[in-house]
């Protein structure tokens, strides 16, 4: 089974009206890191994962998961 990993790195960066530059600068990573993840060229690290996840306050399943055949879609987002 083909598996990737997906993100919404792209949609709490709006949400939270942040640039790719300001996001890479607050955990540490460069904007290329930042947009090679949003598009899916790039699976980040668990470290830099986790600090995009608290960057937002979210868990990590909220903001990464794995995609294939039988499970395409995201998780839904948790209220708040």
């Known amino acids: 089974m083909n598996k990737r990993l997906a993100n919404r790195v792209r949609v709490f ?3 939270h009206n942040l640039s790719q530059a300001e996001l890479a600068e607050a955990i540490g990573v460069s904007r290329k890191t930042i947009s090679t993840i949003e598009v899916g060229r790039f699976v980040p690290s668990t470290i830099i994962a986790l600090q995009i996840a608290n ?7 909220q903001v990464f998961w794995l995609k294939d055949a039988g499970h ?7 209220p708040g």
């Open 72 to 78: 395409p879609g995201p998780p839904p987002l948790a």
């Open 13 to 15: 960066r709006a949400e």
């Open 55 to 61: 960057h937002f306050g979210v868990p990590l399943e």
